[in-house]
């Protein structure tokens, strides 16, 4: 079965400081790969998508992802993170057996001035 | 684009009682998915619609939740009797092609006392 492993329940960086989120996932052949934000009361917002091609990803707010087969990996990156960044960041896969999503357990972002 | 409506946003509820929610997907949008956000166990997904047909409803966790797609553009997720337990955010979210993007409401935060 698909599962998605985020790593880090809690992550704090300094504003305008680089930010890698990480996401390795289980699966049996290429996978649809997501990346949502979530922020406090709200829902789910799309960042970017892996379905296939250039394994480097850009999204939305300046962010990008880079899928790696040979890890398993899709992390999250952003080269200056913004207080406005703050928030719960959930990796999801393509269930192969459907189409719905896997979630990750989220990891939560904390920028400090 | 109004995006995917779930109503209501917050519900307050004693044990035993029976609990509606209510999601109207994005226009022209042909699956409907319905998942669950608690701190213990994350998202999961309880069912999911294509045209108005549940596909999968595996992640239902019991007979007490039922839900219903009677039109394209109305969804409802019915709880009854509710349970301490079922508190959580309850999230809709709908896509064009199951393996396209998914977008999600706003979600239902719902307390049962």
């Known amino acids: 079965a698909q599962s998605v492993t985020q790593p880090d329940i809690h992550i704090t960086v300094s504003e305008g400081a680089s930010l890698e989120l990480r996401c390795n996932y289980s699966?049996?052949?290429?996978?649809?790969l997501f990346w949502y934000v979530q922020s406090p009361g709200q829902g789910l917002q799309l960042l970017l998508k892996?379905?296939?091609?250039?394994?480097l990803v850009q999204g939305i707010k300046g962010f990008e992802a880079e899928f790696k087969r040979s890890q398993s990996s899709f992390n999250l990156r952003k080269p200056s993170v913004h207080w406005s960044d703050a928030a719960e960041y959930f990796c999801?896969?393509?269930?192969?057996?459907?189409?719905?999503?896997?979630f990750g357990k989220g990891t939560s972002l904390l920028v400090t001035p | 684009d109004a995006g995917v409506i779930q109503s209501p946003r917050h519900e307050v509820t004693e044990m035993g009682q029976e609990v509606t929610l209510r999601c109207k997907p994005i226009?022209?949008?042909?699956?409907l998915f319905w998942y669950r956000q608690t701190m213990m166990r994350g998202l999961e997904l309880l069912i999911y619609?294509?045209?108005?047909?549940?596909?999968?409803d595996s992640g239902m966790p019991e007979d007490r939740f039922s839900a219903k797609m009677p039109n394209a553009s109305f969804s409802t997720l019915k709880i009854q009797p509710s349970e301490p337990r079922d508190s959580a955010v309850y999230f809709c979210?709908?896509?064009?092609?199951?393996?396209?993007?998914?977008?999600f409401g706003a979600g239902t935060r719902l307390s049962v006392l």
């Open positions: 699966y049996g052949a290429t996978p649809y």
């Open positions: 979210a709908s896509s064009f092609g199951g393996k396209n993007i998914q977008y």
């Open positions: 892996y379905f296939s091609g250039d394994t």
């Open positions: 226009s022209g949008h042909d699956y």
């Open positions: 999801a896969v393509g269930r192969n057996s459907g189409y719905a999503l896997n």
């Open positions: 619609f294509n045209n108005n047909v549940p596909i999968d």
